[in-house]
């Protein structure tokens, strides 16, 4: 479900890197608490990221969230497909509904995300606070 | 399950389309006299390039089609006039239909808000008694009428608290806002340039009044209080807040939404409040009308008066009143001419019904929401249990346990003939149901009501499905709220009706 | 009392399922120091008769009796009772926000036709449920242009309505909005020299009335040009709604802020009213208020929700685009009842009507020794006119005859002190328009 060679955050984005391109996306389990997306507003290429600070948002009938860039970097390309069919992100969150590449500033912040393991410990301990 | 139910009203479905749907050319729904001046020419009046071209689509009906058509429109609405909101915070409650009738008197809703004021002195006289009685049941010193809603309230109030600190030197950074509020709050807040820092209720529901005094400093400029708070509990230790509060230099707004737990039987005025909005569609019975119009006053405390906005009614020497302008620190105007007077004229009449009377609407309200918490408290969980006011929030804990949240047991509240309570809010009751009867509200309709949740709860349980796909005796079931926010349609165009009225 | 529906007998075995032994019981949780121990100083109570004797009394103070030319943002205009038959059902005037759609189709499908309505009128792609007013709308609208621009400055014709640029001065103080204003011509128009050489890069929006509160009809092609060569966004503010069943619709506008009164709602004095943004679909998520939007049930019947609603406060609390929470949804539907009541022919014929009783009073008063049509642009049922005294005293007179006579302008605009605006609606019999133009004539021939 999680693919390995991913790394995660604390807010249930994905990053995949090649060299110093990292694609972003978020988790499926970010999908699933948002429910239907029914919006995505994404930057233009170019715009500068934060690790941590958000770059977009997503959007389902009743709730907004913020995604937050896992780390520091500048937008290479960003997924416009995702405009005319967000709900892409609740159907393949993983794949086809990267959000955006972004060139890495800091390739030593990828050691503070999780890896797939400890990404799903860490859902895995949500689901049980959430249940409680 | 149908046999159970005793109110159910059926929604009966018409062949009803769009009025567009209905339209040909020739048609006409309102003729006018005719013209006892000689016709202008509009292209030598106002020259070619100003001339509206054809338009197409812009309806063309009869008088009777357009009372069919709103007529069977208006069957599909639930309404007060129909039964029980329990809608909390919202005070659904009787819209006197004498407020409908003096609203629309000749020489009430035919006056001009620049006729000459010695020729509206009677609609100054409402203004003016209006402010006095909302002075008088609030116990604070100075009052505006202009808002047009509660949001617009709560923002000339922020605006007010800003004019006033920054003549005291620093208008500050942040305002404060318990957890449990109502979104207008932080986003008024942040429209008046604050930022929103929020705190916490404690374990009973209550604003943490420790937490409150660690976090008030020079950079806070006001704590906003709903009172009692959105579970429908009195905030105990608001004064000492109000203290810690005015300590600092800081001051106490207070949304007074909820004011319908108060009128006549205490008074935000003594208990600390510096400003403080009302919404006259809530407690002062201003018809919803499906949205909208409504009325926000604001009241202070004699510090902020030189700050409110234009107009001020004032009283000249003679003894007439008229409408001032020139006020030097007022924050300016909030909207154009002098407030929602057709809402300020019902909110009187409402008050002139009651007069020192309003206690017992109070008092009747408050009745009303404990009985029903009362007698559902064996089957809703009521994660707060400090004594309610004129509202009691449960949440869908146990309800819960069969896959069956809020939401599900307010689309079955109506197969039983009631509008749903507010769901989901507050954020602080997670899975909340709050609701809130009103004094209009008799202890038969109280009692269906009851009997409903509590066969709602008993459904729950034995046949969640029902209740998950509920609602099934309206017209239109759960509509696709995902479509239509992927893929707005926002409006009716005349060729793509391929959509058929049913 | 008449609106509780409960005996003694009843409130007692209330009391007694609660376990409380009196009334006072329920409000313990109040602390004692703030609970009140004396009845309320109100007027009251009073029965419905002494309730109406009462306003019946007050509007017997105000202007009755005589005849108004009073316009200015506020529109005197036939209605008929169709209007009311319809507002007055309890099924729409005690209706709550549509938030549950499947008990409030009544009022969803009537906002997505005024929706429609609006756009129809106004010759925009999108409009939305209503907003409070035509100040609070075009407010709104120039924020929104802030938001979907980037830029901080606005330049506002003065040619707009006085009080709508107060409006927007008290926001904008709070934004960090720059606004500027831009004068106007012998025309009475926006000065378009003015306004190409003030529109920059920075120039978030830019603000105009037509027709404007000199009644005069703006060149809004024009205008619209000289903002969009700097990438500025072009908002319209509209007060006289009927004025768009004979002018063309502002298109070449991004953003349209329309007041509605005239549209079905009273004067009032000074509201309720209903305010309108119309826009651009691409504008779309950027605009506040609410929006009703045409889906299906799980059935395929069509029905309407409330959409689009993460804009909005609730959700968004501290990111929200405005802190609106109610429309003016029975205002709204007024508008809707009288707009498909005129139908396309009927406001046709009720703007020419405007525009000949206008047209046939100004070439009236101008016969009149002194008196003068201040601005030389094409007007539609408003006109300035210029006297050779203060205009204060000259409407002295005319009360003297009954008549309220035209808005003295000095006041909003002190170059303008001996000036006046006439407002001649359909709703002005010729013999009144022939009074006006002879209680004038006599007040001028007094000595001063």
New interface residues.
Partial sequence: MYPSDYRYTSEHEWIQVRGETGTVGITDYAQHALGDVVFVELPKVGTPCVAGQPFGTVESVKAVSEIYAPVTGEVLEVNTALADAPETINKDPHGAAWMIKLRLAHPQELAKLMDAAGYQAYIAEKQKEASA | MTEKIKKAGR?VSQNEG???EK?AA????????P??????D?RQ???A?????A?S?????S?IE??R???R??????????GM?P?GS?T?????R?N?????????????????QE?????L??LQ?LQQ?LL??TGMDAITLQP?????G??TGL?LI?AYLESQGNPRKKVLIPDSA???N????????YQ?ENIRSDARGQMDVERLRSLVNGDVAALMVTNPSTIG??E?RI?EAAEILHAAGALLYMDGANMNALA????PG??GVDVMHLNL?KTFST?????????GPVMVKKILEPFL?VPVLVEKADGSLALDTNRAHS?????????????L?RAL?Y???????????T??A???A??I???LTDLYELPYT??S?HEVVFSDARQKKFGVSTIDI??RL?DYGF??YTTAFPLIVPGALMIEPT?????E??DLFIEAMRAIAEEASSNPELVKTA?HA?????????????K?????KPQASS???? | MRYLPKSPAERQEMLRAIGARGMEELFTSIPAAHRLDRPLRLPGPLSEMEIIDYFRARAAENSRGYTSFLGAGVYQHLRSVVTDAILQRGEFLTSYTPYQAEISQGTLQAIFEFQTLMCQLTGQEVANASMWDGSTALTEAVLMAERLTGRQRVLVARSLHPEYRQVLATYAHNLGLQVEEIGFSASGQLDAAALRAAVSPTTAAVVVQSPNFFGVVEEVALLAELTHAREALLVVAVTEGVSLGLLRPPAEADIVALEGQSFGLPPSYGGPFVGVIATREKFVRQMPGRLAGQTTDQHGRRGFVLTLATREQHIRREKATSNICTNQALCALAAAVHLCLLGKAGLQELAQQNLAKARFAAAELEKIPGVRRAFSGPTFNEFAIELPRAVKLVNAELRKDKIIGPLPLGGFYPELSKHGLVCVTETSPRADIERLAASLRRALALPQ
């Fill in positions: 929604h769009l009025i567009f339209s020739g048609k006409r729904g309102m003729e006018l006299p013209l006892d001046v000689p016709a202008v509009a009046a106002l020259g390039a100003h001339l509206r071209e338009w689509g812009f309806p063309e009906v008088e357009v009372i058509h709103f007529t429109l208006s069957t599909w609405n639930y309404a007060i006039d129909l909101y809608l919202c659904m409650k009787y819209n006197p004498v409908e009738f003096v609203a629309r008197l000749e020489g009430i809703a035919t006056e001009h808000p620049y006729q000459p020729l509206s002195q009677g609609c006289k409402i008694v009685c008088e049941i047009a809603a509660g949001a617009q709560e923002l605006l800003r109502h979104g207008t932080p986003a008024t807040a942040t429209i008046a340039g929103v509990v009195f105990q004064a006549g039987v205490a008074r003594d208990f569609h018809p919803h009308g499906g949205g909208g119009p409504g009325a906005p924050i300016g105007r909030v909207r154009a001419f002098c407030g929602n007077f057709g809402v004229v009449a008050t002139l019904a009651y007069g020192p009377g309003i206690r017992q609407a008092e009747d408050v009745l009303n404990n009985y918490r009362a007698r400090l004594p006011m307010a689309k109506i509008h749903p004094e209009s509200e008799s202890k309709e109280c609602p309206t017209r239109v079931g759960r509509l696709d709220e995902v479509t239509a926010a992927r707005p349609i926002l409006r009716w959509e058929a009225a049913d």
